[in-house]
C-alpha cells in the first residue's frame, strides 16, 4: 500500500486551550498550527493568520532543479527536490563533462545567492576574456572570433567560465540542504487533485505540493505525463567526448575554438587546473558505431588529417577517457505545463549543444519562474490563491518561450550548417593533373554575414532574458 511521506515541523506541544492542532500536508508533511478565536489558522513560526509558505515539488536534481530549489528557499517556499539518482547526478560521470556559462546565467546565480555565485566563479574557469570563436579544421586558421568580453563588461556582468560539473553540482547541493534534497526519489506519476498536486514516486511513496516542477531533462516522466509520450530527434551527429590532462601552448590566448569540417566538427575548451576538454562531433546514423573499445583509433581515422592542434588533443587523451552519445533534441512547444504542472530547462525544451545553451537557458527559466511565483505569493499564500499561482506558470512558459525558440532554432541550424560546410572545392587544371584546391566563394559570404550578425546574436545571448 502506498504512503504518505509525513512529519511534524514543529517542536512545541500543541496547545489545546483556545487552540487547535490542524494537521496540513505541506510537501509531503504535516505541521502544527493554531486555530486563532477569528477561526483562522496560523502557524506557531509567525506566519500570519490565514498565510502559509507556498509548496513547491521539483521533479529532478540536475542544474535547473537544484537552482530553482534554491531561489524557492531564499523566498522562503516550501521545496523539496525529488532525484532519482543523485550520483548520477552530481558525479561527472557518463557523458556529463565541464559545463560553460554564459555571463546572463552567472547574473542570475549571483542575484539568487551571491554566495553561490561567488563560489562557482571562483570554482570555475574563465573563457570569456580570451579569443574564442570558429576555426576550420584542416588548417587551424580562424574563420571568425567571438567577444565576449566587452558585451559582459559594458552590461556589468559576469564574464563567461566553464566549471567542473561535479563541481558545479557539489556547490549547489550543499547550499539546498539534504532536508530539501530527496536522493532514490523517482517520480513516476502525478494527478492534480483540488487545491493541489500528488506526486507517486517509484517506491510508492506520495508528495503532495501546491505546483510541480518537471526538470527531470529530455527524457522527463513529467513531461510525458503532461503531453504523452513522444520520440526524442535525432540530430544526426554521434558525439564523442574527451578531457584531458593536457596544457597547450595558446592557452594564455585562447578560451575555446569550434573547428569545422564537412559534416563533422570538434569542438576544443580550457576547463581550467591543467585540464583541457574536447567534443567530437560526427555525422552518421545513431549507434551506428556505439564502441567500447578503440574509440581512439576510430576519431583519428575521422581527424587524422586535421590540425595539429585537434590530432594532438586527441593523441594527449587516454582511451579510457574518451566516451560517446548520440544526441538529440525534441521540437519545440509553445506551452510547457498544465494546471499546477510546469517545466523548465531539457524538460521544457532540450536542445543540441552548439551554443551551450542548455544549462543557462535552465538556470534564466529557474529566474523567471520565480519572479513569476513572487507577485502571488510574497505577501504569504493561501487557498484563495490556487487561481493566481496557476497564472503565475503560464506567465512564466509564455515569457520564456520566444527566446527559447530562437536558442533551439539556432541549435539546429548550427548542425545543418556545420553538415555543409565546405571550404574548398577542386579546380581541375587540366584532365591528367590534379585538382587544385581553391576557397568556395561561398566562404567568404558566410564569414561576411557572421562578422556583422553574429557579434549581436553572442550579446543578446550574453546580457539574457530581462
Not at 558525479?91 to 560553460?100: A, D, L, N, T, V
Not at 580550457?270 to 578503440?294: C, R
Request: charge should be positive; aromatic fraction near 8%; charged fraction near 25%.
Amino acid at each position: 500500500m502506498a504512503s504518505v511521506q509525513s512529519f511534524c515541523s514543529c517542536n512545541q506541544s500543541c496547545i489545546r486551550i483556545r487552540r487547535t492542532c490542524v494537521r496540513r500536508d505541506r510537501i509531503g508533511s504535516t505541521r502544527c498550527s493554531i486555530k486563532c478565536p477569528s477561526g483562522e489558522v496560523s502557524n506557531l513560526d509567525g506566519e500570519e493568520c490565514g498565510k502559509r509558505r507556498l509548496r513547491m515539488l521539483i521533479a529532478g536534481g540536475g542544474i535547473g532543479g537544484l537552482v530553482l530549489a534554491l531561489a524557492a528557499k531564499h523566498r522562503g517556499y516550501e521545496v523539496k527536490v525529488l532525484e532519482k539518482d543523485l550520483s548520477a547526478v552530481r558525479g561527472e560521470g557518463r557523458h556529463r563533462g565541464p559545463i560553460q556559462l554564459l555571463s546572463s546565467a552567472l547574473a542570475v546565480l549571483k542575484a539568487i545567492d551571491e554566495n553561490v555565485g561567488n563560489q562557482i566563479m571562483e570554482a570555475g574557469c574563465v573563457t570569456g576574456n580570451r579569443t574564442n570563436g570558429l576555426a576550420d579544421g584542416l588548417t587551424g586558421e580562424w574563420f571568425t572570433k567571438f567577444d565576449l568580453l566587452t558585451p559582459a563588461s559594458k552590461k556589468g556582468l559576469p564574464v563567461t567560465l566553464v566549471i567542473c560539473r561535479m563541481a558545479l553540482q557539489d556547490i549547489l547541493v550543499n547550499a539546498v540542504g539534504s532536508d530539501i534534497l530527496r536522493n532514490k526519489s523517482k517520480v513516476v506519476d502525478f494527478t492534480q487533485e483540488p487545491g493541489k498536486v500528488r506526486v507517486v514516486l517509484e517506491n510508492g511513496q506520495h508528495y503532495y505540493g501546491d505546483i510541480l516542477i518537471g526538470a527531470d531533462g529530455i527524457w522527463s516522466e513529467v513531461r510525458s505525463k503532461l503531453f504523452g509520450k513522444q520520440e526524442a530527434k535525432y540530430s544526426g551527429y554521434t558525439c564523442y567526448s574527451g578531457l584531458t590532462n593536457y596544457v597547450p601552448p595558446y592557452i594564455d590566448t585562447i578560451g575555446y575554438r569550434v573547428f569545422l569540417g564537412l559534416n563533422q566538427y570538434f569542438v576544443a575548451s580550457d576547463v581550467g587546473h591543467g585540464k583541457m576538454q574536447w567534443y567530437a562531433f560526427h555525422g552518421e546514423p545513431p549507434s551506428s558505431t556505439n564502441i567500447l573499445d578503440n574509440k581512439k583509433k576510430r576519431l583519428m581515422d575521422l581527424f587524422g588529417n586535421w590540425c595539429n592542434e585537434v590530432i594532438t588533443l586527441i593523441s594527449e587523451t587516454p582511451e579510457h577517457m574518451i566516451l560517446q552519445r548520440d544526441i538529440y533534441d525534441r521540437d519545440i512547444i509553445d506551452t510547457w505545463g498544465i494546471g499546477r504542472v510546469t517545466l523548465l530547462g531539457d524538460a521544457a525544451h532540450p536542445m543540441q549543444p552548439n551554443l551551450g545553451q542548455g544549462g543557462c537557458s535552465a538556470i534564466e527559466d529557474c529566474y523567471q519562474l520565480i519572479l513569476e511565483l513572487d507577485k502571488v505569493s510574497k505577501h504569504g499564500f493561501d487557498d484563495r490563491k490556487q487561481d493566481e499561482v496557476i497564472s503565475a506558470l503560464r506567465r512564466y512558459e509564455k515569457k520564456r518561450v520566444s527566446r527559447v525558440k530562437i536558442l533551439h532554432a539556432a541549435s539546429r541550424m548550427a548542425s545543418k550548417m556545420l553538415a555543409n560546410y565546405q571550404p574548398y572545392i577542386d579546380f581541375p587544371l587540366s584532365v591528367c593533373s590534379q585538382n587544385l584546391p581553391i576557397k568556395h566563394p561561398g566562404i567568404h559570404v558566410v564569414r561576411a554575414l557572421l562578422h556583422f550578425t553574429f557579434p549581436h546574436f553572442i550579446t543578446w545571448m550574453i546580457e539574457g532574458h530581462g
